[in-house]
């Protein structure tokens, strides 16, 4: 155990140094690109492909989406049980989508954004079963991908919210722009899967499979601390 603990710290310093040398570069990646931008403001009636396109760019690029993503898909063999854990988390992050964007509500975005980091540390650390080895319990992994999954929604709302939408065709793009994200989410993931179906194939994957979570959990606790000084800088 001490050496997989060991191992465990180099990979999590790794990450740190990693995320610092290369943040600026992700932390513009997982906004809307000012061409991106500059069309959503200056968008005025349906446009349902460039919609389409923003939506799938935002969650191929979403680096706190997918790494929720990969935590959740990381145990799972079936492809029933993917497309389960998959499913409840579009539920949930469609409905805060179009409820913050259609209906009005607002959060907010650094708070939010904190959340999906903390989502991140949250499915590693119950990959590594930490739940029943210090807490003495399982939480319902299924109503946390969906609990998760509304936050998760609500971080996309955050970013349309920050422009002035056109009334007309509002409600298609905005649906366009929904399609889009799961257009993309369902690129990356079948990336991953391919991935990961091709890592479990070798035996050296459980081994690392501790390593992998606990670089996860840091990154998330990274992405979760740079939202919580952006919010307390802001206030």
């Known amino acids: 155990m001490s050496i997989m603990f060991r191992q465990a710290f180099a990979i999590g310093l790794g990450v740190c ?8 570069t992700i932390a513009a990646a997982h906004g809307v690109s000012n061409r991106d931008a500059t069309f959503v403001q200056g968008n005025k009636g349906t446009a349902i492909g460039p ?5 799938a760019k935002h969650m191929v690029t979403g680096y706190d989406h997918l790494l929720f993503l990969v935590g959740v898909i990381f145990f799972l063999y079936r492809l ?43 499915k590693a650390f ?7 080895h210090f807490l003495g319990f399982q939480p319902n992994t299924k109503l946390a991908v969906l609990v998760f999954g509304l936050f998760h929604g609500f971080g996309l709302a955050t970013k349309l919210q920050e422009f002035t939408l056109a009334q007309d ?22 990336g991953v899967l391919i991935a990961l179906s091709f890592w479990r194939s070798h035996p050296g994957f459980l081994q690392h499979a501790f390593a992998t979570n606990t670089a996860l959990m840091v990154g998330g606790f990274i992405l979760a601390g740079y939202q919580f000084f952006g919010y307390w800088v802001s206030v």
Do not use: C, M, R
């Open 17 to 24: 140094v990693l995320l610092a040398l290369i943040w600026p």
């Open 51 to 55: 919609f389409l396109y923003i939506g």
């Open 80 to 122: 029933k049980d993917v497309v389960q854990y998959v499913t409840l988390f579009t539920v949930g992050h469609s409905v805060t989508l179009l409820v913050g964007v259609l209906g009005g509500v607002h959060a907010n975005a650094y708070i939010i954004d904190a959340i999906i980091g903390l989502s991140v540390v949250y």
């Open 126 to 132: 119950d990959n590594l079963d930490g739940f029943k």
């Open 169 to 190: 065709g509002l409600v298609t793009n905005i649906l366009s722009f929904n399609i889009g994200v799961e257009i993309g989410q369902a690129l990356a993931l079948t």
